[in-house]
Nanobody, 119 residues
Framework: VQVVESGGGLVQPGGSLSLSCTAS????????MGWYRQAPGKQRELVAF???????DYGDSVKGRFTISRVNAMNTVYLQMNSLKPEDTAAYYCNARGYNTNRRTYGTWGQGTQVTVAA
């Protein structure tokens, strides 16, 4: 199973960006899919995660500003980021979890996409 992220880039404070992530490969199902981020010198942290059942978790620092959405039929999640702050600068990683066609669990990370918020 692979995940490929797109989006990201440079944006001014207060601006918006959107990310997308698509999972592909030997997927039987996707139980959950979402985004984490890691800034230099810091631990990877939850940004937003959604489960197949519709549950959504957001990191405290992004609540009210970021929105995650999912298109199950396309194995794709989107992250809309509004009111961006310099402290949102980080590498953003997509994660997908579920069962593959061999009925084994997987937890797959993307290669990361950089988001930089600066004037």
């Amino acid at each position: 199973v692979q995940v490929v992220e797109s989006g990201g880039g440079l944006v001014q404070p207060g601006g918006s960006l959107s990310l997308s992530c698509t999972a592909s490969g030997s997927i039987l199902n996707i139980i959950g899919m979402g985004w984490y981020r890691q800034a230099p010198g810091k631990q990877r942290e939850l940004v937003a995660f959604t489960t197949r059942g519709g549950n959504i978790d957001y990191g405290d620092s992004v609540k009210g500003r970021f929105t995650i959405s999912r298109v199950n039929a396309m194995n794709t999640v989107y992250l809309q980021m509004n009111s961006l702050k310099p402290e949102d600068t980080a590498a953003y990683y997509c994660n997908a979890r579920g069962y593959n066609t061999n009925r084994r669990t997987y937890g797959t990370w993307g290669q990361g996409t950089q988001v930089t918020v600066a004037a």
